[in-house]
C-alpha cells in the first residue's frame, strides 16, 4: 500500500499558486517605482541578509561541489533566466497576458520532454488534463482582453523566459536531491545576486523610489516568493512527477487576475472565471495519481480432507 502523503506536501500546491499567482500582481507593483534588474537584484540580497543569520545559527549542511553546481544551475535558470527576462518583457512593453500565453506552453513543453530526460511518461487522460489546461489558460487570458501586438524584443525575452523555467524544472527533477533548504536557497540567491546586481549597476538607472507601496512589495516577493513559493516549488518537484507539478502554472494567469483585481484594480470578466475552470480540470486530471496495484492474493486454500 503506497504511504499516504504528509499534511504539508497535500497543502503545498495550493499554498504554492496563491503564493507565485499574488506575485505577478505585486511585482507590477514594485516595478512602477523602480527598474526591473534592480528590484530582482534588490530582492535577492534582501533574501541572502535575512538567510545568512539564519545559516550562521542552523549551521545547515551543505552539499558537496557537485550539488552546488546542481543548485546553482537550477539557480539560474529560474532566478536570473526566468525572473529577469520576464522583467525584462514587462519593461519593454510586452502585456501581462503576451507573457502568461507564452509561459504556459512550460506544462506542455516537460510533457514532451521529461519521458526521455527523467523517465516520467503521460497518460492519455494527463495528455487531456494537459490539453483542457492550455485552453482554460488561453480563456482567461482572452478573457482580459490581454492579448495585443507586442515588440519583437519583449516576445524573444518571454520565449526565453519559457526555456529557462522549463529548463529548471526538469534540471531539479533530473540531477536535484534533497538538501537543507537554508542552503539550497543561499546558494541560488547568491547566484542570482551575482547576475543581477552587476547587471542592474550596468545597465540601469538604480534609483528607488521609497514609498510604503514599494516597502511593502517588497516584502512580499522577499518572503512570499522568493522563500517560501521558491521552497515549496522545488521541494514538490523532488516529491512528485514533474508533469504534475508544471501543470499547477495553467492556474497561474486567472489566479493572477484575481490578485489583480484588487491590487491593480483590473476587473476580471466572465471568461476569466470559465477560463480558471477549465484550467482546474485540466490540472486535476493530471494530478491524479495512479491508483495503487492491488496486494497479490495469498496461497491457495488446502483442499479439504
Not at 42 to 54: D, I, K, M, S
Not at 59 to 64: E, I, V
Request: charged content about 10%; glycine content about 8%.
Amino acid at each position: 500500500m503506497t504511504p499516504p502523503r504528509p499534511l504539508w506536501l497535500r497543502t503545498a500546491p495550493v499554498v504554492f499558486l496563491i503564493l507565485w499567482s499574488a506575485g505577478f500582481a505585486v511585482a507590477k507593483l514594485a516595478v512602477a517605482h523602480a527598474a526591473p534588474l534592480t528590484v530582482l537584484a534588490l530582492r535577492y540580497v534582501l533574501v541572502l541578509v535575512l538567510l545568512l543569520p539564519v545559516a550562521l545559527v542552523m549551521r545547515p549542511r551543505f552539499p558537496g561541489a557537485r550539488g552546488m553546481a546542481d543548485v546553482a544551475v537550477v539557480g539560474f535558470l529560474i532566478q536570473v533566466m526566468y525572473f529577469g527576462l520576464c522583467y525584462l518583457a514587462f519593461k519593454s512593453g510586452v502585456s501581462a497576458g503576451g507573457v502568461a500565453i507564452v509561459v504556459c506552453l512550460q506544462p506542455i513543453l516537460v510533457a514532451l520532454i521529461a519521458p526521455r530526460l527523467v523517465g516520467e511518461r503521460v497518460s492519455a487522460l494527463g495528455w487531456l488534463g494537459l490539453g483542457l489546461g492550455l485552453a482554460g489558460a488561453a480563456l482567461a487570458i482572452l478573457g482580459r482582453s490581454a492579448v495585443q501586438a507586442e515588440n519583437l524584443f519583449g516576445l524573444i525575452c518571454t520565449v526565453l523566459a519559457l526555456i529557462g523555467i522549463t529548463a529548471g524544472t526538469l534540471y531539479e527533477k533530473r540531477f536535484g536531491a534533497a538538501h537543507h533548504p537554508v542552503a539550497a536557497n543561499l546558494i541560488q540567491y547568491a547566484v542570482g545576486a551575482a547576475f543581477c546586481v552587476p547587471a542592474a549597476l550596468l545597465t540601469e538607472n538604480t534609483a528607488i523610489d521609497w514609498t510604503p507601496g514599494f516597502v511593502w512589495s517588497m516584502a512580499y516577493l522577499v518572503l512570499g516568493n522568493s522563500l517560501l513559493a521558491m521552497s515549496l516549488l522545488l521541494a514538490m518537484i523532488r516529491a512528485g512527477a514533474v508533469s504534475r507539478v508544471s501543470s499547477l502554472f495553467y492556474l497561474v494567469p486567472a489566479l493572477s487576475a484575481l490578485f489583480a483585481w484588487p491590487l491593480l484594480g483590473e476587473t476580471v470578466p466572465p471568461l476569466t472565471w470559465a477560463g480558471m475552470a477549465l484550467a482546474a480540470v485540466g490540472v486535476a486530471l493530471v494530478s491524479r495519481r495512479p491508483a495503487a496495484p492491488a496486494a497479490p492474493a495469498g496461497p491457495p486454500e488446502p483442499p479439504a480432507r
